[in-house]
């Protein structure tokens, strides 16, 4: 790795075997908050570490995931670990059926712990074997079958660059834009809950937000950058110490994103494709937007409010 993130690293992963207790942080620190599982010298290795968090998942869905996962990772000529975390408190029967289809040697199941949310889910899993990557990944993608081939032979070019996120397109084939500049409470309440006739008197500002307006091609260093699938290096992954546990559901991903920026670089790589089920958290029920309107108060009071 290229000396500059390197250094970052050896700083910042510093007593990474420790256990590691809850820190209040002022938002300034580049890690986020603590983990809540000792971590262990690794004995196991392999290339790719995949964690899905999973909660009351959809079948046919989480099947198609870890299809296209699978024939990506194999594509890749990669040796991998998936591990799935079940936050359904009563866990899901059906889960240890679906996991053949992706055709990786000896998948994890962890379970049992209850919805401990979405980041610290993905935590739960940091170290647990030696990897050089970490894909943190939603169970509502779609993999194209060169996507991780090609994610990988660009963090190979790019021995700076510490997080990759894909091009996404939705199942109507349209474009979702995952990279973003920094947002102000109006673009949120706008995107969240507006109905589409309102959200038309402000397309400019909306499709700034967006960054409809940057140019194809490799983009780097955004704002912020969503969550659904996002490739770490795995030092540096374990060096921002994962995600920040005060975020239950929502914003964990782009607080993690600006963390990354203080350390190396973040790149959306337009070969590397995946398509996205998913919806807005007003669409989901009136639980995700209470948490949706509780973790975008907690992302403005670290990082800085925005109000237009």
């Known amino acids: 790795m290229e000396n500059g993130l390197r250094a970052r690293l050896g700083v910042l992963s510093k007593g990474w075997n420790l256990t590691w207790a809850w820190d209040d942080r002022n938002g300034s620190d580049t890690t986020g908050g603590a983990?809540?599982?000792v971590r262990h010298d690794a004995t196991q290795a392999c290339d790719l570490l995949?964690?899905?968090?999973?909660?009351?998942?959809?079948?046919?869905?989480?099947?198609r995931t870890l299809q296209t996962l699978g024939e990506s990772v194999r594509r890749a000529g990669l040796s991998a670990l998936l591990v799935i975390v079940d936050n359904t408190p009563a866990g899901t029967p059906w889960l240890e059926e679906v996991l053949p289809v992706s055709r990786i040697d000896q998948p994890r199941i962890m379970s049992g712990h209850g919805n401990v949310g979405f980041g610290r889910g993905h935590n739960m899993t940091i170290g647990l074997v030696r990897a050089s990557y970490h894909l943190v990944l939603n169970p509502d993608v779609e993999f194209e079958p060169l996507a991780l081939r090609n994610a990988m032979a660009f963090m190979g070019n790019q021995p700076d660059c510490a997080l990759v996120v894909p091009e996404v397109v939705s199942p109507a084939g349209e474009r979702e834009h995952l990279c973003r500049r920094y947002p102000s409470v109006l673009v949120l309440a706008l995107r969240g809950f507006a109905p589409g006739w309102v959200n038309r008197r402000f397309t400019r500002l909306l499709a700034a937000y967006e960054m409809r307006d940057a140019p194809d091609g490799i983009l780097w260093d955004p704002p912020v950058a969503g969550g659904c699938c996002m490739l770490f290096r795995a030092d540096a992954l374990q060096a921002l110490m994962g995600f920040d546990e005060r975020f239950f559901l929502y914003f964990e991903d782009f607080d993690l994103s600006i963390r990354t920026r203080r350390l190396g670089r973040v790149a959306r790589v337009p070969s590397v494709r995946i398509l996205h089920h998913g919806g807005g958290a007003a669409r989901k029920g009136h639980v995700h937007v209470r948490a949706f309107v509780r973790s975008a108060f907690a992302f403005f009071s670290l990082h800085g409010w925005r109000w237009v």
């Open 50 to 63: 995949v964690s899905v968090v999973v909660f009351k998942p959809d079948r046919h869905q989480l099947q």
């Open 35 to 37: 983990l809540s599982v």
